[in-house]
């Protein structure tokens, strides 16, 4: 192609020509730009209205709940005792606190082991059944023997006996068990420890042996005289001259010993008693109180007979009987026993202590399970993972000690409280017993025996709360005073002052106000008119912001409808409107509305709902209920699924071994794999009570039935059959067994069938009602919708009323909700103009497309017009050349 010029030929500008006109034909471009920046500015605009909305919501958002507004604070004058947090039922006041115990954990042990990996025992297949349980009676320490001979002429020596570290206050005056229980228990509030001293018997062949006695009559024919005393008491004294037979003689022993007698009230004067016959041979005497017990004859001159002596002369005797202490951890903890001579005290040197006397009740509420130890995992590893892995309410780890065999595992219960004690069991599988290296390691009962070593001993904490005494299982305290919960830290005294918070509510109320009136001004801002500079925000006239803004004053103009209290609207708290539209807050006035109606502020602003009748709860409302009041009525109450043995329990029922159950809890169609469970069932003989106890522990304690918080109640009926409950109510409550190995489930429930729960049904305000379990939802499209209740009790019909009203922070935060988020009218007007960019984006590129083919056409023409005059021109000089030479010739 040649090199084209246009305008060569013709002497034409047509580049010039062309760019003017284009210029002109290229004018509606910057319209379109213009209606862009237009578009874009009102996003723009839409976005900062959006942040201040957003910003006024969060503004609301302590106004909107009952306890963000009616808080109170807290305050202790010793916190590391006790602090507290309170509800908005609490009650401002002053309480008084004092903890005397804190509940702690139970913490078991083992003995040493060389090696974490070694295997224990031959890997025979072992089963451990954890329970979690609560001991009474008897108590955990230590039984002394019977107090060293020596005891009795020298004492115990200064230094001879420590517990717990402490050097215990003795003498050589300390000869009887029971003043060395009154040192130890002087020292008491030191160590942690208190003794009692064991009653003191005499030997119980002092007077005879097999049914006969050895007590010989006393003869003083030879001149001489006699006399026996118990605990200084003289119980029998025969003079000279007496024969044998006609004095001193087992049945006269007997006679003095019986009824209301001279030497019986001076024996109880010396709290002594007496048991047995000195007749048979079985003469005792007891001192409760553990004091020493002398028995002594005196002789003067010739006698014969006597104690020990039918015949015989009688020289005189004397014998002393001593008795023993037993020791009690007054906090559960193992005892050490120190001192120079601990053995004189009847005990023994070192770190000691089991439970004795007692009795364990397992806990029902609590989970229980089996673990399987074998070969693959009989070290302390394994058994430590084993533990952990089933997750039984029980944390187990391994502690080193530095020593020869310093590998110790450690057991603890995974909560606190009283009802927090393990008792281990350890059972073979089948016909064949358990490993007995891990019986010796593992088996541990509170009232049996006890393998491994407390550490520490579950305990509940102990407080009394203004003159009332209060227990707990855990460092938290509810309940003792409506709306406080305490946390317990130590031992010890500290008050708790519960006030008012009218700080914190001054505070919100003022960011209340502080955020409206910023958004008031942002919405002038964005869509007010300035007369002075003749120019209007980017929103102008928008219908979206004149909605919201009238919206904005409507509400807050409106006394709050279904309102009950001696408040309605937000001039009794000083809260008005200024002239330009912004709020403005009197003080001194909401000063007084939180002084004289504390209470009623909340209904200004939050959401409440009220029943009339106490087994009916309110929970929650949406944006769509309505505010009013409703009548409750109800059709049906909701109840739980359950199966009942067909008959009474027997009086004791045989678990077989390797017993397994599967079952399904509040299982749906198809069935939930997380609804379903196998359980275990140890083996062994169990009463009715036993085994509701032991069925709710196993199912309870079942992995994915704890992990969604199913759980059963397993009771005996009042015609003493077992029944089995759901915890859930509702359709969705049911519970199904299947027996797999050992015990079939026909042998503990007959032919029983399972019973199916049914939600609550009824209407709220004469408007249809949507039940799950007990909760009672207002349908979607009445005014009644989201409003839900929950429904206990056990009365049908006409349940009072439901009241809900709508706080000025309520209502705002729900229009502020409307106009926010992906489907607020806020995004809906932004995605409107941000279409209307991309519409005017694509007019303009269909425009711009458009002149491209304008410019071809215009230089198509010019380039043809620049032709033509060029042919012209060259024609015209032909025809000058030609006329030139014509006029020469």
Do not use: C
């Amino acid at each position: 192609m040649g090199i084209s010029s246009p305008g060569i030929g013709s002497n034409l500008n047509v580049n010039d020509i062309i760019t003017k006109l284009m210029a002109v034909e290229s004018q509606p471009l910057a319209s379109f730009d213009k209606k862009s920046a237009s578009y874009l500015g009102k996003v723009s605009a839409f976005g900062s209205l959006s942040g201040a909305l957003g910003t006024f919501q969060g503004a609301l958002t302590s106004l909107t709940t009952l306890s963000g507004i009616q808080a109170l604070t807290s305050t202790s004058t010793d916190s590391a005792i006790v602090s507290g947090s309170a509800s908005a039922k609490a009650v401002a006041g002053t309480y008084r606190v004092d903890v005397s115990q804190v509940a702690q954990a139970q913490t078991l042990a083992s003995g040493g082991y060389k090696s974490v990996s070694a295997s224990i025992g031959l890997g025979a297949t072992t089963t451990l059944n954890i329970q979690m349980g609560s001991v009474s009676g008897g108590g955990f320490g230590l039984a002394g023997t019977q107090l060293g001979a020596g005891v009795l002429s020298g004492g115990i020596t200064p230094g001879g006996l420590s517990i717990n570290n402490t050097a215990i206050a003795t003498d050589n005056s300390t000869r009887s068990a029971r003043l060395l229980a009154d040192a130890i228990n002087a020292k008491s509030a030191t160590t942690g420890v208190t003794a009692k001293a064991s009653a003191t018997v005499t030997s119980a062949t002092l007077f005879g042996a097999a049914g006969a006695s050895s007590f010989g009559d006393v003869d003083t024919s030879g001149g001489g005289s006699y006399a026996l005393s118990v605990g200084g008491v003289e119980i029998a004294a025969q003079l000279a001259n007496v024969a044998g037979g006609a004095g001193v003689t087992a049945a006269s022993i007997d006679a003095a010993l019986t009824g209301n007698t001279a030497v019986t009230r001076a024996l109880a004067d010396a709290n002594i008693t007496v048991s047995g016959t000195a007749a048979d041979g079985t003469l005792q005497f007891t001192n409760s109180d553990g004091s020493n017990i002398a028995i002594a004859e005196s002789v003067n001159g010739a006698v014969n007979g006597g104690i020990g002596n039918s015949g015989s002369a009688n020289i005189g005797s004397s014998t002393t009987a001593l008795s023993s202490i037993s020791l009690t951890s007054t906090n559960g903890s193992q005892i050490t026993v120190g001192g120079s001579n601990p053995a004189a005290a009847g005990l023994t040197a070192g770190v000691g202590g089991s439970y004795t006397g007692t009795t364990f009740t397992q806990d029902a509420t609590r989970s229980s399970g089996n673990i399987v130890i074998d070969s693959s995992n009989n070290n302390l590893q394994g058994i430590r993972d084993a533990i952990n892995k089933a997750n039984f309410g029980v944390t187990a780890s391994i502690v080193g000690d530095g020593s020869s065999t310093p590998n110790h595992l450690v057991l603890t219960s995974s909560a606190t409280g009283a009802n927090s004690t393990m008792r281990i069991s350890v059972a073979g599988s089948g016909a064949d017993p358990a490993d007995p290296a891990l019986v010796s390691l593992l088996a541990y009962d509170p009232a049996g025996v006890q393998n491994l070593s407390q550490k520490a001993a579950a305990q509940d904490t102990f407080a009394n709360v203004n003159g009332i005494a209060v227990t707990s299982t855990s460092t938290s305290i509810t309940g003792a005073v409506e709306g406080l919960s305490l946390s317990v830290g130590k031992v010890g005294s500290a008050s708790i002052t519960l006030a008012k918070d009218s700080g914190s509510l001054t505070t919100s109320i003022n960011g209340f106000i502080k955020a409206y009136n910023e958004l008031t001004n942002q919405i002038t801002q964005l869509s007010g008119y300035d007369a002075e500079t003749k120019t209007g925000g980017p929103l102008l006239g928008d219908s979206t912001v004149q909605t919201l803004q009238a919206q904005l004053r409507k509400q807050l103009s409106n006394s709050i409808t279904g309102l009950q209290g001696n408040l309605s609207n937000l001039s009794q708290v000083g809260i008005a409107f200024q002239k330009n539209g912004t709020l403005t807050l009197d003080s001194a006035k909401l000063n007084k509305a939180i002084s004289t109606n504390f209470s009623d502020i909340a209904g200004l602003f939050a959401a409440l709902g009220k029943s009339t009748d106490s087994n009916v709860s309110f929970l929650s409302s949406t944006s769509a209920t309505k505010a009013g009041q409703y009548e409750l009525n109800i059709t049906q109450l909701a109840t739980q699924g359950s199966i009942k043995a067909a008959a009474p329990a027997p009086a004791n029922t045989v678990i077989a071994a390797d017993t397994t159950w599967t079952v399904k809890l509040n299982d749906s169609i198809p069935t939930t794999t997380v609804n379903v469970a196998s359980v275990s069932l140890p083996a062994g003989s169990y009463t009715p009570t036993a085994l509701a106890t032991l069925l709710q522990s196993a199912i309870n304690g079942a992995s994915s039935f704890s992990a969604s918080g199913a759980t059963v109640t397993v009771a005996v009926d009042d015609d003493g059959a077992l029944k089995v409950t759901s915890n859930r109510f509702g359709s969705k409550s049911n519970i199904k067994f299947t027996g797999e190995t050992g015990t079939a489930v026909s042998d503990i429930f007959g032919a029983a069938s399972a019973v199916d729960g049914v939600d609550v049904a009824g209407t709220i305000g004469s408007f249809a009602a949507v039940g799950d379990g007990q909760v009672l939802s207002g349908a979607p499209g009445a005014p009644t919708d989201g409003l839900k209740v929950e429904v206990k009790g056990d009365t049908l019909g006409k349940r009072g009323e439901v009241g809900f009203s709508q706080g000025y922070a309520y209502q705002l935060n729900n229009l502020a909700s409307a106009f926010l988020g992906a489907k607020g009218y806020i995004a809906g007007r932004t995605s409107g103009l941000n279409d209307s960019v991309k519409s005017i984006s694509k007019q303009k590129d269909d425009f711009s497309a458009k002149l491209v083919d304008i410019e071809a056409r215009y230089r198509k023409q010019y380039s043809a017009l620049d032709t033509a005059l060029s042919s012209l021109s060259t024609t015209a000089s032909f025809l000058t050349q030609q006329f030139a030479a014509m006029a020469k010739s």
